[in-house]
């Protein structure tokens, strides 16, 4: 079976400091891999999904990145946190080609301060 | 923006009650899904409905979609607290490759 394991779960960091956060994909292959960043009491703002190792579309303007070096793997980052970067970070996938349901990981709950 | 759009934004009922959330979206959709959240943790997929499809039934839960009205309903029957969570809506648009829209979620409390 699919699992998809996200972490840290939960993260402070100073503003300025960088950030990575790790999203893995098992039991699947060429997935589309997505990152979404929730608000307190808002839904879920895509940042970026990828269809394929090292392609990566960004859907909102920010100083977040995002890379996929391997096939099940995607990884978040910033070079330096913003206030406004504090969130609740959801990494999910879905079968490639479809407009299907998407499985979420646990989340990672970062604190910029 | 958002595309999906839910109402209530908060719900309280007893266990045992039934409870309807409401969606509504703006743009022509391929499929419309509907993810249950608990309190700090990830969404779980619940149930999707496609465009051509007017209801669509899963154990207590029950999705209608009126594409005409672009809005969707679910309905949750004999609640239990355990139904407790946030309920999000998310539209796929049919226009080539897309990625699902969500809206901003119906919190529903339970109480026994």
């Known amino acids: 079976s699919q699992t998809i394991h996200q972490w840290p779960a939960t993260l402070v960091q100073p503003v300025g400091s960088p950030l990575s956060l790790e999203c893995t994909v098992e039991?699947?292959?060429?997935?589309?891999l997505y990152w979404y960043r929730q608000a307190a009491g808002r839904g879920l703002q895509l940042l970026f999904y990828s269809v394929g190792i090292g392609q990566i579309s960004s859907e909102v303007p920010q100083n977040l990145s995002a890379s996929r070096p391997q096939d099940r793997q995607f990884i978040l980052s910033s070079k330096k946190l913003l206030l406004s970067d504090s969130g609740f970070y959801l990494c999910?996938?879905?079968?490639?080609?479809?407009?299907?349901?998407?499985?979420f990981g646990e989340g990672s709950r970062l604190t910029v301060l | 923006s958002q595309q999906g759009e839910e109402d209530p934004q908060a719900l309280s009922i007893q266990e045992g009650e039934n409870a309807t959330m409401n969606c509504s979206y703006k743009?022509?959709?391929?499929?419309l899904q509907w993810y249950r959240q608990n309190s700090g943790r990830g969404l779980v997929h619940l149930i999707l409905i496609r465009s051509n499809e007017r209801e669509k039934h899963s154990g207590r839960l029950r999705v209608t979609l009126d594409t005409s009205k672009k809005s969707s309903s679910l309905l949750i029957t004999a609640s239990r607290a355990a139904d407790t969570a946030s309920y999000f809506c998310?539209?796929?648009?049919?226009?080539?490759?897309?990625?699902?829209?969500f809206g901003k979620g119906t919190m529903l409390l339970v109480s026994p």
């Open positions: 999910a996938w879905s079968v490639q080609g479809a407009s299907g349901e998407l499985f």
């Open positions: 998310a539209t796929a648009s049919n226009s080539g490759y897309s990625t699902l829209t």
């Open positions: 743009t022509s959709i391929n499929n």
């Open positions: 039991g699947t292959s060429n997935p589309n």
